[in-house]
């Protein structure tokens, strides 16, 4: 692979890292709720799961969702409910908002592995992202050299691209708790968050091979 290529390939990952998704919006919205901090174990959780699919998919996964449509779609089912689950959640966040606009729920100890479970819930929720993997990866592996040192290479990359955008996007939510401070505010928040997440469950829903 040549230092050209990687370029290529970074510069890809990061524009499909920082467009909003799933994983993204839930570290922001944690980190808003939370603090920065505890949203650390939800990237941790979010990115544990990205690599875990890319690598399924290298190893074959993705043919085996392709030549199984009832397969991809109970996968698929479970990974919008989940996404539902996620906007309904959202949704009820606003009730536990106090009088003077903190949330209620970060005032009681958070458990960081349950955090790092629904990080790696989200992040593994999506099927779509298996055939992503080995209809993209490839496209920058030189097959005329040794693969799996590329491979990688690519992985490690997307990791650290992908890790980079949550920073951004957790630093984002840090900067918007302040304005969340005031409970009109963050019901309002936390009814767009429901309704993102909602929709991404939708788009999902209605995904086919």
């Known amino acids: 692979m040549t230092f050209h290529t990687w370029l290529l ?25 939370y603090g920065f901090l505890r949203s650390v174990s939800v990237m941790a959780g979010c990115i544990l799961a990205i690599v875990l699919v890319v690598i399924a998919s290298l190893a074959g996964m993705a043919g085996v969702l392709a030549a199984s449509p009832r ?10 409910a989940y996404m539902v689950f996620l906007g309904i959640r959202a949704w009820r966040a606003h009730d536990m908002v106090g009088g003077n606009g903190t949330d209620l729920s970060s005032m009681s100890a958070v458990a960081m592995r349950d955090l790092f479970r629904d990080g790696f819930l989200t992040g593994i929720s999506n099927p779509k992202l298996l055939l992503f993997a080995a ?16 491979y990688v290479m ?21 900067v918007l708790s302040v304005w969340l401070r ?11 968050s429901g309704l993102v997440f909602i929709g ?7 995904t086919r091979i």
């Open 200 to 206: 991404f469950g939708a788009m999902l829903l209605l």
């Open 9 to 33: 390939f970074a510069a890809t990952a990061f524009v499909l890292s920082a467009m909003p998704g799933p994983n993204m919006m839930h570290v922001m919205s944690i980190s808003t709720r």
């Open 154 to 174: 690519l992985v490690m990359t997307f990791a650290v691209v992908e890790v980079s955008c949550y920073l951004v996007y957790a630093g984002g939510g840090r």
């Open 135 to 150: 209809a993209f990866l490839p496209q920058f592996v030189n097959p005329a050299a040794a693969r799996m040192p590329q």
């Open 71 to 80: 397969l991809f779609a109970v996968l698929r089912m479970i990974g919008a």
């Open 182 to 192: 005031t409970p009109g505010v963050h019901r309002v928040f936390c009814f767009v």
